[in-house]
């Protein structure tokens, strides 16, 4: 196996350049996941209350018209493999941001219809829902393929550090649409915003979505995509353009052999691989961030805060996620992928416990308002970017669209069955008589101490291996384990 490409060789100027024109799938992921959390009063009073459902039935459809969006994940992610192999991680990034635009669009004013669906008042609701699912696809999408085609780009000692710029987007987009959220709320009273401010909220991400779209049309397909479609030529122009011709060369024979070793099946490299990128993604929603985060105002009204005090308290949550995202930008690939999740599965699994007893014994405030921000830098140090860097990674270069694909839709899935269970267990008169809006937050508690569990058992450390490298991870012996990566990795300096 080659020796790779010299690090100081690189550009880094362009490869940096391309990344964060990718992260930016991240940042329309953050933003349209979390502009939701601004409009939950909105949606329940025009299209829930009129209905007048029982409580369960209300929180039941109130959780779904909120969550709904992730159903349209799940498609999009399952698509975005097949897509990823025939029109290229480029070609799907574009394809995400056009359903981008189309979904703040008609999200935000659904009374115009979705095809035929329509309606007035209540009767919207389903063109609404309609186009929050395909804003879904278009994050399911962009959720793979950002991460796919800034690791198919970057250089293995950066890496870790440059995927990490995809989550780091994704909390800039969270925390960017907390502000314009409270912004919005700003210009009016509490009736306006839920008669009004609401659409502006939603048909604010057309913006970011049409960005994102002009840049994309400026950046090239990965030299990956391009070998195994047997476009040589354009592949090494792509490589010459990181490295030198030269250079180019030799990662372009390293790349072409990597496809040859093994066939595409799925199961080519064992069921372990699979298995780990499945849990990965399950746990790190199983934990419950996107409950909280989903929900931020409204948890924070639990705790007593008015509309513009939660809000103001949700924009703390989220500078808290943007600083500690940093914080692993730098750390991934010094401490590695392991360390980091097991840390952050401790942290938050403490913070969740902690905030769940204090929910219990009706002593929220300043202490709870700390748990929820330590969970927060639990996460964002870790299970937020090292889970994306890990299957953008883990996968081998021959079943990497495929089994990424199934990946993030189980990601997704479980995301969507977290966040609508949230609505259902926070809304139950029966669990808050007795646990007062704790008992949710138990449950994530124990959820981060088995995922760390997890990730010591079963996750290999990759930090510092090619793609190619990495590939021989799951070769397996024939005890039926994985070889050791440093038998079989080589100096990790190749593209």
């Known amino acids: 196996m080659s020796q790779g490409i010299p690090q100081a060789e690189l550009n880094p100027t362009l490869v940096r350049g391309l990344a964060f024109v990718a992260a930016l799938g ?6 349209d996941t979390a502009v939701i959390s601004g409009a939950v009063g909105a949606i329940d009073h025009n299209f829930i209350d009129p209905r007048g459902l029982s409580e369960t039935s209300a929180a039941s459809l109130s959780g779904w018209a909120i ?30 941001a056009i359903l981008f635009m189309l979904s703040s669009a008609g999200s935000a004013f659904p009374e115009f219809g979705f095809l035929w669906i329509g309606g007035k008042g209540p009767d919207a609701l389903t063109a609404f829902i309609l186009y929050r699912i395909l804003g879904g696809v278009g994050i399911g999408v962009a959720s793979m393929l950002s991460p796919l085609y800034i690791a198919e780009i970057a250089p293995p000692k950066q890496r870790g550090q440059l995927v990490t710029y995809q989550q780091v987007a994704i909390v800039v987009g969270m925390t960017l649409v907390y502000f314009v959220n409270w912004f919005i709320a700003s210009q009016g009273d509490d009736q306006w915003v839920v008669s009004t401010g609401w659409r502006y909220m939603l048909l604010s991400a057309a913006l970011p979505a049409a960005l994102f779209f002009a840049l994309l049309m400026l950046v090239p397909e990965t ?28 990662v372009l024979k390293e790349i072409d052999e990597s496809l040859h070793e093994r066939t595409g099946k799925l199961f080519a490299f064992g069921t372990l691989v699979i298995f780990v990128g499945i849990m990965l993604s399950v746990f790190q929603q199983f934990i419950g961030i996107n409950a909280v985060l989903y929900y931020a105002p409204l948890m924070f009204q639990n705790m007593g805060a008015s509309t513009d005090s939660a809000l103001l308290q949700t924009i703390i949550v989220g500078v808290a996620n943007i600083v500690f995202t940093l914080v692993a930008l730098v750390t991934v690939d010094r401490w590695g992928r392991k360390p980091l999740l097991i840390l952050g599965g401790v942290v938050m699994a403490v913070s969740m416990l902690t905030l769940g007893f204090l929910f219990n014994s009706h002593n929220v405030g300043t202490a709870a308002l700390v748990a929820v921000v330590a969970y927060i830098a639990g996460f964002a140090l870790s299970w937020g970017p090292v889970v994306w860097v890990l299957l953008a990674e883990i996968f081998p270069n021959p079943i990497k669209g495929k089994a990424m694909a199934i990946a993030v839709a189980m990601q997704w899935i479980a995301n969507l069955f977290v966040s609508w269970s949230f609505k259902v267990l926070d809304g139950n008169s029966a669990l808050n008589a007795m646990f007062n809006h704790g008992f949710s937050y138990w449950i994530y508690g124990v959820m981060s101490v088995l995922a760390a569990l997890f990730v010591w058992r079963f996750v290999p450390e990759t ?3 090619s793609l190619e490298a990495i590939q021989h991870l799951w070769m397996a012996k024939p005890d039926g384990h994985p070889t050791n990566a440093s038998s079989k990795a080589s100096t990790a300096n190749a593209l």
Not at 82 to 88: A, C, E, L, V
Not at 234 to 244: D, G, I, P, S, W
């Open 463 to 465: 930090k510092g291996h």
């Open 223 to 250: 030299p990956r995509w391009l070998v195994m479609k047997g476009r040589m030529d354009e592949a090494r122009n792509v490589l010459a353009r990181l490295t030198n011709e030269a250079d180019a060369r030799v």
């Open 67 to 96: 969550s709904c969006a992730l159903l349209g994940c799940v498609i999009g992610a399952a698509l975005a493999g097949p897509m990823s192999q025939k029109i290229g991680r480029r070609g799907g990034l574009l394809v995400s």
């Open 26 to 31: 991240g940042l329309l992921f953050g933003y």
